[in-house]
Each structure stands twice: as C-alpha cells, then as structure tokens.
C-alpha cells in the first residue's frame, strides 16, 4: 500500500470511528455530544498548515473534518480535542517558548526533545497535549504525549489518531477501557473517563 491509500485509509477510519461516536453520544450522552464543534472550513485547516510550514497527515484533516475541536473534558478518554485555531496557537507557544534552542533533539541518538516543529498538537488541557509525529519516516503520524515540563513520548497504546477514535468507539459500544480510562455516564447525560476501577460503568 502506497503512502497516499494509506493516508486515505486512514482518514476513512477517522471519518467511521467519529461517526460511532457521534452516534453514541447523541443517544446516551447528548451533554457531551453538545460540546462538540462543528466541522472545521477546509480554508481555515490550510490556513493552519500555512502557519506550521507543514502539511497535516490525511487522519488529523479527516477529524478536523468531523470535528473543529470540542469544548471542556469528558468526550475522550485523554484530552479534548483542539480547533484549529487552538493548534496553531499551542504549536506557536512552544515554538516560542524554544526560540533559542534550534537543536530539536535525534530521536534516534538522544531520545525525544522537550519539543519539535513537526509535531503538531491535536488534543490539550491545561498544557498537556497529545501530539501527532509530523516527521518523516517510520513513525509518521503516529500518536503522543507532550506534557508542559516534560520531553514528549510516543507509546504503543495508539500508534495513531484512527486507531485512537476507533479504540474510544469499540469501548463506547462494546465495553472495555482506553489505556486504563473507563467511560462513565452522568445522571445529566454528560460522559467521563476515570482510571479503572472507579465507579459503575455506562453500560
């Protein structure tokens, strides 16, 4: 498989996953579905890639296309997902903040830098994010953490954003956790994550 089918494919994977998603919240959990954004304008996206001097991998544009980042915690398991604008502006603080430290680290030779201008930000809460690897090569959109006072990290729990969402759909429908966060359903109809175990699940 090309890079360009599997690009597409991925990005169909999003499109599927945030449509069971959707769908579930707006049975079960239309507090939480609420807080989601409407689609994303494909002139702001490419705006934002024009801003990043990078290209956004066919998965984060695909969710951009579902979703223009949601509002408050609790949809996902992790962090709630930024608009587009709240890329930009996460991506251009810490460029700034590493304004005198053009050395961005080899991965391969001294581990993961404190930061990267290939890595873009796609989910964040009080300065945390989860970051997807804009670099070229193996590790291509693969999905990680950068916590504000720590170097990022890419783990095996979601090599990327499609199996992410997929992931948080099978656990919606089906049972289960999200690397160890179960979903919980408020009296108010609004859905939260908590590590496991905590309290009585939503299903």
């Known amino acids: 498989m090309s890079d360009d089918e599997a690009g597409q494919a991925g990005a169909e994977a999003v499109r599927a996953a945030w449509g069971r998603i959707d769908a579930w919240l707006r049975e079960w959990a239309p507090g939480s579905y609420a807080r989601l954004a409407p689609p994303a304008e494909p002139g702001a996206t490419a705006a934002a890639e024009a ?3 990078l290209r956004f991998p066919a998965e984060l544009r695909a969710s951009l296309g579902c979703h223009d980042g949601a509002g408050g915690e609790g949809v996902l398991p992790v962090k709630p997902p930024l608009s587009v604008a709240g890329i930009v502006r996460y991506w251009t603080r810490w460029m700034e903040f590493t304004e005198e430290e053009r050395e961005f680290g080899d991965p391969e030779e001294a581990g993961e830098p404190s930061w990267h201008p290939r890595w873009i930000p796609w989910a964040e809460s009080e300065g945390d994010a989860q970051i997807i690897d804009g670099r070229d090569g193996p590790g291509f959109g693969r999905l990680g953490m950068k ?16 199996a992410y969402l997929t992931a948080v759909a099978d656990v919606l429908e089906r049972g289960g956790s999200v690397g160890g966060r179960v979903p919980y359903l408020a009296v108010s109809g609004v859905l939260w994550w908590a590590e496991e175990p905590a309290a009585r699940p939503a299903w």
Not at 147 to 162: N, Q, R
């Open 51 to 53: 801003a990043l001097r």
């Open 147 to 162: 916590y504000h006072d720590e170097e990022g990290s890419f783990g095996d729990d979601a090599p990327s954003l499609a």
